[in-house]
């Protein structure tokens, strides 16, 4: 089975440029997760989605950031303008299930980041 | 805003050494599950911990949930270098589906 793909890996931008991250789930995963990973510190989730809808968006910065998930399957998250704050590491992640918090028998399956520098 | 706390946030030791990661919070969680995260990959979950009081054992590693289900603990027998990595600890929310993760345990482990 194949796990979340991100896209790209890295990313270097100047301040105030705009940048685009893209993910795409496990599957058959309803839900989706973006997540911002600064250095030294875990995830923080930034917006998640079940199927194409935004069930939890608060700690996104809406004035920069925005995410979409169309058809309910891939899903991109874009900065725009970039801040030299938001270099970190950007996961993705998706689970089968769509309510509640994942039993044992669910998982969460992260991607491997996008590691964005900005300068 | 429920937190979770790890310490020690740093911890380097000698192959074969024991050692214990504790993730704490003031509030109640559903479940806790522990993640480790290689440099460069996405974390990948170890255990899932749903009963207060519950142990898990994963080879050298033992991991309990607390009986009041707000705190954790991850305890490494005889650590071994591919120990190595960033171990999370993650509080799940029952009715939202939301992670709550800790700032993480970096381990060294030194041949």
């Known amino acids: 089975e194949a796990g979340v793909a991100q896209s790209p890996r890295y990313k270097i931008i100047e301040k105030r440029q705009s940048v685009a991250f893209w993910c795409n789930p496990i599957s058959g995963h309803a839900t989706l997760y973006w997540y911002q990973q600064i250095l030294g510190q875990g995830p923080k989730l930034l917006i998640q989605f079940q199927n194409n809808g935004v069930v939890d968006d608060s700690q996104l910065p809406k004035d920069r950031f925005s995410a979409e998930r169309l058809k309910g399957v891939d899903s991109t998250l874009k900065i725009q303008p970039a801040k030299l704050e938001d270099s970190a590491v950007y996961l993705c992640?998706?689970?089968?299930?769509?309510?509640?918090?994942?039993?044992?028998?669910?998982?969460?399956?992260f991607g491997p980041g996008t590691r964005l520098l900005v300068l | 805003t429920q937190l979770l706390e790890q310490s020690p946030q740093f911890l380097s030791i000698q192959e074969g050494e024991n050692l214990t990661v504790y993730c704490n919070s003031s509030?109640?969680?559903?479940?806790l599950q522990w993640y480790r995260q290689e440099p460069g990959e996405g974390p990948v979950l170890l255990v899932t911990v749903v009963t207060g009081g519950e142990v898990k054992k994963l080879k050298r590693l033992t991991f309990q949930f607390g009986d009041a289900r707000k705190d954790s603990s991850l305890h490494i027998t005889a650590a071994q270098t591919g120990d190595t990595g960033l171990y999370l600890c993650?509080?799940?929310?029952?009715?939202?589906?939301?992670?709550?993760f800790g700032q993480g345990t970096t381990l060294q482990v030194k041949p």
């Open positions: 992640a998706s689970r089968q299930g769509v309510t509640g918090f994942p039993t044992p028998k669910e998982t969460q399956y």
């Open positions: 993650a509080g799940g929310e029952s009715n939202t589906g939301k992670l709550i």
């Open positions: 509030s109640v969680f559903s479940s």
